[in-house]
């Protein structure tokens, strides 16, 4: 290990607290931990030098890849103008031209409004103080209940973490939030009293935490009915899936559906900044109007031109480089390398796969579950990295989710990568 390396880590390990990581493995002698220095296309280096295919896209935040020169250079001319500046009674170019162009994505007179803030968190947070103040001041205060979905998972603020379905991440603080009907299926929605309910909210097309989780065909367009027929609000949470992940720029585009609310971040900024979107209607923005129907919420960095700039610069890149005409085809190949992974190991039980998403479930030969003690998916991550890949499991499901602008070659790297170290595991 070089001198600066270490001198890092000692720092990290004196200091440093992170984010869903057992800090007394971490900070184990025996734990190879690394230190992230520089980045390029898919790509990633290591403070040694070490070359890493970026297999989860930095926390599912990548689109075009790392140091892409459009989007340095729209941060850069950004710089020379101003980095940020207050929203709160103040407008600024970026905003306006950022807000214009996620609207833009959907039919007239649908999503006008945007709302921005910090992440996918506080995105969802937004949305679900816009749709309990809406009820208060339209006449329904009655209907104060928010519905999610078992094992779902919508940020961990205390707002979001209400709504997570997985206990191992929630459970202690549901009494500390808001008031949550599960629901497993949309059977189940015939049970709860309607009239009590403010909002239904949904990961669209597949559960990211949930081990990359699918939703039936058509089950979107019918719970977008249900929401209709009930007066229900509908949120789609599309932090995960937003951005051409699914195979299309937003996954609710696949059953025609237009929530009521559409919570955007991760992928916004092409993976450079922190910026989050809620989306809404006219309709639902101005029962906000008035004196007395301010919606009191909002960060000091709301909106920052930074953000706003690098996005822009994310979105011009779809068109610019013809991303989403691609994705078809390398959905088509990832599936493809996928296959082959399964026949080549008899420990992958099942891939679930959505557009450039992907979750590899590793059980025993047998179909059997691993002990959990044994954290198999986090050993073949491990493993990985010598032969420079880098993932992070759920549970014992590999999750693979590449840059969007991952070539063939690139994705076959990776899959070999990760049958090496599926072999290694054995």
Known sequence: M???SAQWLAWDQQHCWHPFTNQADWCDPSCERLIITRGEGVWLWDSEGRKYFDGNSSI????????????????????????????LGFGNARASELAAKLCGYFPNRTLERVFFS??????????????????????SPQRNRIVAFANGYHGDTMGAASLGGMDLFFERFRKFGLA???????????????????????EPLI??????????????????????????????????????????????????????????AKGLTGGYLPLAATLTTDAIYRAFLGRDNV?????????????????????????????????????????KLLTELVGTSPHVFQIRQCGMIAGIEVR??????????????????????????????????????PPLCSTPEELRYALVALRSALDDVD
Not at 375 to 400: E, H, N, S, W
């Open 2 to 4: 070089n001198e600066q």
């Open 60 to 87: 599912w935040t990548n689109i075009h890849g790392h140091a892409h020169p459009r989007i340095n250079e729209a941060l850069n001319r950004q710089l020379g103008e101003i980095a940020h500046s207050s929203y």
């Open 118 to 139: 910090d992440d996918g968190s506080t995105a969802v947070e937004c949305a679900l103080k816009m749709a309990l103040q809406y009820r208060m001041q339209t006449g």
């Open 180 to 202: 949550v009907d599960f629901v497993g299926s949309l059977e189940e929605l015939a049970a709860l009293q309607a009239g009590e309910i403010a909002a239904v909210i949904i």
């Open 207 to 264: 559960q990211g935490v949930n081990e990359m989780r699918n939703w039936p065909a058509g089950m979107l367009r019918s719970l977008r009915d249900w929401c209709d027929q009930q007066g229900v609000h509908l949120i789609l949470d599309e932090v995960m899936t937003g951005f051409g992940r699914t195979g299309t720029m937003f996954a609710c585009q696949q059953e025609q559906v237009i929530p009521d609310f559409l919570c955007l």
């Open 295 to 335: 919606f009191y919420y909002g960060h000091s960095y709301t909106a920052n031109p930074l953000g706003c700039a690098a996005a822009l610069a994310n979105l011009a890149l779809f068109e610019l480089e013809t991303t989403m005409e691609m994705i078809q085809e390398k959905a088509g190949v990832l599936q």
């Open 364 to 401: 025993q030969s047998d179909g059997r579950c691993f002990d959990v003690a044994q954290m198999r998916g986090a050993k073949i991550c491990l493993a990985a990295r010598k032969y420079g890949l880098l993932t992070r499991p759920i549970k014992d499901t590999i999750v693979f989710m």
